[in-house]
């Protein structure tokens, strides 16, 4: 049962452009999201988050974006550069503090010169 | 500020051989640590967790096993290693409320 879910294995799009990284979730109990971004041979590197509380949250070109009835979260990054091309993990905790993330299968960001 | 070691960075063993991945984390105490495994073209699987020494939470039985010997310590084992079992491992600690990970370098492992 995945309970996380990123349903675009791939994006492409032009530098200066926005990019938008979408993200489902089936488990209610989430109560905190997270978007990491991975290079090739390297670790996942902490990006943004957001509480279930709030709706958005900002951090320069970085925007990630809540919908608790939709059970959907995006990112977006505006305006895109070549340097943002990586692969794109969504995550979720489990409200009550679990010691555990649920990850996505992430999406492949490929920005384009 | 904390840090987290992971090594080898590469490591290509043959099938039925014992497997040892260590991870350390610097600069804090009693962190949560996890090991993940992406396998080629899939996401990040959680294999064990520990939040204390001697504490191993174990999420998909497998050839694998973990120690944590020390409080910043964390070992990834497997006594016989599978054609299966090759993939990237990731070591990551935790330490606050909201569980953002930090992760380790990996390891790419291929057993042949």
């Known amino acids: 049962d995945q309970q996380v879910k990123q349903n675009s294995p791939s994006l492409s799009v032009q530098e200066g452009r926005i990019s938008i990284l979408n993200c489902d979730y089936t488990?209610?109990?989430?109560?905190?999201f997270l978007w990491y971004k991975k290079y090739p041979a390297e670790g996942p590197t902490f990006l943004i988050s957001i509480s279930s509380i709030k709706d958005k949250n900002e951090d320069g070109r970085f925007t990630v974006f809540l919908n608790k009835s939709a059970k959907h979260l995006s990112l977006h990054i505006v305006p895109s550069q070549p340097g943002d091309s990586a692969v794109y993990f969504c995550a979720a905790r489990t409200q009550g503090g679990s010691e555990k993330l649920v990850f996505g299968k992430g999406t492949k960001l490929t920005v384009n010169p | 500020s904390q840090t987290i070691h992971q090594w080898p960075a590469t490591l290509v063993q043959p099938v039925g051989s014992p497997l040892s991945l260590e991870c350390t984390v610097e600069g804090t105490s009693n962190p949560n640590l996890y090991w993940y495994r992406q396998a080629a073209g899939r996401g990040l699987q959680l294999l064990f967790y520990?939040?204390?020494?001697?504490?191993i939470s174990s999420e998909v039985p497998q050839n694998l096993s973990a120690s944590r010997p020390q409080d910043r310590q964390f070992i990834l084992s497997s006594k016989k290693l599978l054609l299966s079992d090759s993939g990237f491992y990731l070591c990551?600690?935790?330490?606050?409320?909201?569980?953002?990970?930090?992760f380790g370098a990996g390891t790419r492992l291929s057993v042949l």
């Open positions: 990551a600690w935790s330490r606050d409320k909201k569980n953002i990970q930090y």
């Open positions: 520990s939040v204390g020494i001697g504490q």
């Open positions: 488990n209610s109990m989430f109560d905190y």
